[in-house]
């Protein structure tokens, strides 16, 4: 794996402080420890980011699972986004708080913020970690971003490219000859 790496955009621990931050942010605006919350990470990119936050939030919690997805195989452009499965309980009444790994064209947030939505919560968050400067994405309204990062493809901390890389402790870009090739788009 290491080999595949061309550079480290966000070093674990800068990631490690800017989750802190994340977090406090969120507890601030729920009213502190005394709150309640719902927490929704999108499987399986999220995973890893919601883990980390989570342990940094002080109030009780729920969690509910949901996974999308959007880059199937070894494409780098989205195809659509497609909700694989949901196990989020009822969420009426609830403040929800939905975890993504990263927005691009931002159609995973709309489709799931609107089936969210539908189950009538108290109140619905985005905490997003990364965002590309895409029009869809700056559209698409987060309530806590972690960073903004250029328009390439991103791995480790969750995100993947054909399903590996999730477990690097860094983000980073591949070099060109791993995508290559092997990309649809
Ligand atoms: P969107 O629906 O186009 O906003 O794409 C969002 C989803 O695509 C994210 O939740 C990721 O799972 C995936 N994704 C987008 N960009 C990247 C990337 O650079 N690396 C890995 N996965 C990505
Ligand atoms: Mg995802």
Redesign the pocket.
């Known amino acids: 794996m290491q080999r595949d790496i061309e550079k480290i955009l966000i070093p674990h621990a800068k990631i490690a402080q800017r989750v802190h931050e994340l977090a406090e942010m969120i507890t601030r605006d729920h009213g502190g420890a005394a709150a309640e919350v719902t927490i929704i990470p ?1 499987l399986t ?2 995973m890893i980011f919601a883990a980390d936050l989570i342990r940094h939030l002080p109030m009780r919690m729920q969690i509910g699972l949901l996974a ?1 997805s ?2 199937p195989g070894r494409s ?1 452009r ?1 195809q659509g ?1 497609m909700v694989l499965s949901e196990q989020v309980g009822n969420l009426r009444g609830r403040h929800v708080v939905l975890i ?10 709309r489709l799931v913020r609107e089936m969210i939505n539908e189950a009538q919560p108290a109140t619905l968050k985005t905490c997003v970690l990364l965002r ?1 400067p895409t029009e ?2 700056k559209e ?1 309204g987060i309530d806590y971003l972690g960073f903004e990062i250029p328009d ?4 480790g901390y969750g ?3 054909n399903d590996h890389y999730r477990n690097l402790p860094d983000i980073v870009t591949l070099k060109p000859h791993v995508l290559q090739g092997l990309a649809n788009a």
């Open positions: 999108i990119g999220a999308v959007s880059y780098v989205s986004s993504d790994d990263i927005v691009d064209s931002g159609g995973t947030l590309k869809g994405a698409t390439e493809f991103v791995v995100l993947d490219y």
